[in-house]
Every structure is written in structure tokens, then in C-alpha cells.
């Protein structure tokens, strides 16, 4: 009967140490974006439409955390988290098409910044930085591209802008793809 006590002490030491360190690690563990691509629909004789969100849309981090950026599921398709002002995220579908603020900042992610995107000027700077390290200013920039060699399909940033900040960003490859990082 004592050894039957004892063991059962042990065992409720042994959960709340699991316990306990389990959420210290999703503590550490930060926040997730995903990259999501619902494919393209269409109306005939109408439009097209290309069902690529980030997810969530809004993103809420405490200063310090890491943000992770990755696929959902793997695609042919390079993506970009970058922090844009608000007032450059595109509104209209001619926004969208000629998107400056795309153009300005992430195209530094380019083996070639002055050169289109494609197969023989790929991504091959990963992270951007402006102002302090980290997500913190307009102009930071990470990208994923799993058709890259080696592959790049998560990448992962803290965000050190201060508490009350909120981020504004796209992807300049698909500057549809908007969304919004509150800081607390
Ligand atoms: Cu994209």
C-alpha cells in the first residue's frame, strides 16, 4: 500500500513537470503565418480570381517573439512577408498589377535586384533588414520558395517593434496577400 502511494506521488511529479514544460515551450514557440493557397476559381467570360491569403490575416505577437512564416501546403509559388506602410497596400486591381511599394522593397530579395524574377534570378537573400534587427520597420522582408534549391519553406523573424506598433504587409509577389501585426 505505501508503494502504491509512492508511485502515485511520482507520477503526479512526473505530470506537472510535463505540464510545466510544456507550456514553456509554446511560450517560446512564438507565433505562425501561413502561406495559403486555396487555388484560382473563375467566372466565365468574367474574371479569374487566385485564392492566396496569408492566415491569419491579423497577426497579434508580443515584442520579442519569433514570427514563423511558412507553407501551408507546398506550392510552386515564392512568397514574401514584407512590412509596406499602410497607405501603400494596394486597393484596386491596377494596384495590385503595378504594385510600387512591392517593387521598392522586396526586390532586394533578387539574386539580381534590377532584373525580372524567374528561373535564372531567383531568391537567394531570404531575410531583408531595415532599421533595428528584426520585424521593426517598413522594409523588412522574408521570403519562402519551395522551388528554391535547397528549398526555403519556413522562415522565421522576431518581431522588435514595440509594444503598440502595428505592422502593415504583403507579398510582392502576390500584393493581394495583405495583412496586419499588432505588437503588444
Ligand atoms: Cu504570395
Given at each position: 500500500m505505501r508503494y502504491l502511494n509512492w508511485c502515485f506521488v511520482l507520477v503526479l511529479l512526473g505530470s506537472s513537470l510535463f505540464v510545466a514544460s510544456a507550456f514553456g515551450s509554446s511560450r517560446d514557440k512564438g507565433v505562425v503565418v501561413k502561406a495559403k493557397d486555396a487555388g484560382v476559381t473563375m467566372s466565365p467570360n468574367k474574371y479569374i480570381q487566385d485564392n492566396m491569403y496569408f492566415s491569419p490575416g491579423t497577426i497579434e505577437v508580443k515584442s520579442g517573439q519569433t514570427l514563423t512564416f511558412e507553407y501551408e501546403k507546398k506550392t510552386m509559388e515564392p512568397h514574401t512577408l514584407t512590412i509596406v506602410k499602410q497607405g501603400d497596400l494596394p486597393k484596386t486591381g491596377a494596384q495590385v498589377e503595378n504594385c510600387s511599394a512591392c517593387q521598392k522593397l522586396a526586390?532586394?530579395?533578387?539574386?539580381?535586384?534590377k532584373a525580372e524574377p524567374g528561373p535564372s534570378n531567383p531568391?537567394?537573400?531570404?531575410t531583408l533588414n531595415k532599421?533595428?534587427?528584426?520585424?521593426?520597420?517598413?522594409?523588412d522582408s522574408i521570403a519562402i520558395d519551395?522551388?528554391?534549391?535547397?528549398?526555403?519553406?519556413k522562415n522565421s523573424i522576431k518581431v522588435?517593434?514595440?509594444?503598440?506598433t502595428t505592422l502593415y504587409f504583403l507579398?510582392?509577389?502576390?500584393?493581394?496577400m495583405q495583412g496586419k501585426i499588432v505588437v503588444k
Open positions: 526586390t532586394g530579395h533578387l539574386k539580381n535586384p531568391i537567394v537573400h531570404w532599421g533595428k534587427p528584426g520585424l521593426d520597420t517598413v522594409g519551395s522551388t528554391a534549391k535547397p528549398a526555403h519553406t522588435t517593434a514595440k509594444a503598440g507579398c510582392a509577389v502576390h500584393p493581394w
